[in-house]
């Protein structure tokens, strides 16, 4: 049962950055579409970035110009590197691959607050 790891969450205030990192310990991570999801309170989970086994990216309206995903297959990691950060922005981060096959992790805590 593969459930991925996130860490890299935080506090920052609006403007800042971070980076978030997921590794998934699964077989050919090379071929799954991996994607970056976040769930804000009282919300629905939804799909913020996903990146596909090729490396093409694609990215929701409220993080295009703002996110950036990215992958490591050697590592079997993918990272979201998110700038500009604003309030709408606090959530917990989780990754699954873009079909959500795997287990869903604890996720990681981003907060944005002056």
């Known amino acids: 049962q593969v459930q991925p790891v996130e860490s890299g969450g935080g506090l920052v205030h609006p403007g800042g950055s971070l980076r978030l990192s997921c590794t998934a310990s699964v077989s050919f991570f090379s071929i799954y579409t991996m994607g970056w999801y976040r769930q804000a309170p009282g919300k629905q989970r939804e799909l913020v970035a996903f990146i596909t086994n090729g490396g093409s990216t694609n990215y929701a309206a409220s993080t295009k110009g703002r996110f950036t995903i990215s992958r490591d297959n050697a590592k079997k990691t993918v990272y979201l590197q998110m700038n500009s950060l604003k309030p709408e922005d606090t959530a917990v981060y989780y990754c699954?691959?873009?079909?959500?096959?795997?287990?869903w992790g604890q996720g990681t805590q981003v907060t944005v607050s002056s």
């Open positions: 699954n691959s873009a079909s959500a096959e795997f287990h």
